[in-house]
């Protein structure tokens, strides 16, 4: 990691705790201030998991999703869920779970740029001194596309990509040029740049006109479920890109990023919750992930590790070859 990333970490962690928290970097601690009382991160102290790279970047094959922390979830047609882990996930429970990922070995989580989750990054750093890495969703806009990325950066992101529904967005509305301009510029401020979809076309087209992207982030799930759509979906809904969240053809996915030699982030790998670990962990790394993005409550952390440390050491002889 470079150490002008290093020094924006350092700075994003001072941050004040608690209801005083604020979103900007300050001025860092002095040298002599005694570390805050609380539970410090052992890392790796409850296991290690398998890492690859992204640019300098060294990171856990299972990476964390940041719902969590963003406090949404797809629950389909079950409204109150997002309330209820909103109930569950207080800003303890939250910094809990990023403690409990980090000694599992997860060094990494993909978030949404939003304040709160911010606060609660910058409290964790500073409060319990961990290191997980902050994989940044840049929701860039047609008018202003620095901004977002920018402050992301500033913060403390590790890395930074265009946000799967965006890119899709922007696919369908002849904006898609806009992403080889939002990863150029995050390239510019020394940080990895890539690009997420949930429609395969917005990757085959970023390889075509080489946006230069140094990762994709890209959905990845087998049909193998009760359904392939949302129970409210019409068929026509189902077949518009800019409102399909879900896998719709994986086979052309697979087929798609053989060839692609750049690292591969999979979400999506269990549809929501509608396919177990032990089966949508494996699909996506026999066919092709290199990294497989998971939100997780803290109960499910240990066995979501066990499950993907042995995966991928049971699949190192895949047809795509793991990216190092």
Known sequence: MSSKLNRRRFL???VMAGAAVTVTAQSSPSAAEPPPAGPRVAFGSKGA????KIGPLTLSRLISGGNLISGWAHSRDLH???SLMRAYNTPEKMMDTLQLLEEHGV?????DPRKNVKEVFGRYWKERGGRIQWIAEGHPGVDDWKTNIKESIDFGAAAVYVQGVIGDRWLLQGHLDLLGKCVEFVKAQKVPAGIGAHNLEVIVQSEKNRYGAEFYV???HHGNYWSSRRPDQSQEVVNNP????????PEKT????????????AFKTLAAGAIRPESGFRYAFENGADFICVGMFDFQVEANARLARTLVQQTQ???RAWMA
């Open 107 to 111: 060094n990494a989580i993909i978030a």
């Open 242 to 249: 800019a409102d399909n969240y879900w896998e719709m053809t």
């Open 218 to 220: 890209k959905t990845l």
């Open 12 to 14: 994003s962690r001072s």
């Open 80 to 82: 109150y869920v997002a």
């Open 317 to 319: 002889n895949r047809d």
């Open 254 to 265: 697979i087929a798609f990023m053989q060839n692609v030699n750049k690292p591969w982030i």
């Open 49 to 52: 998991m398998p890492t690859g």
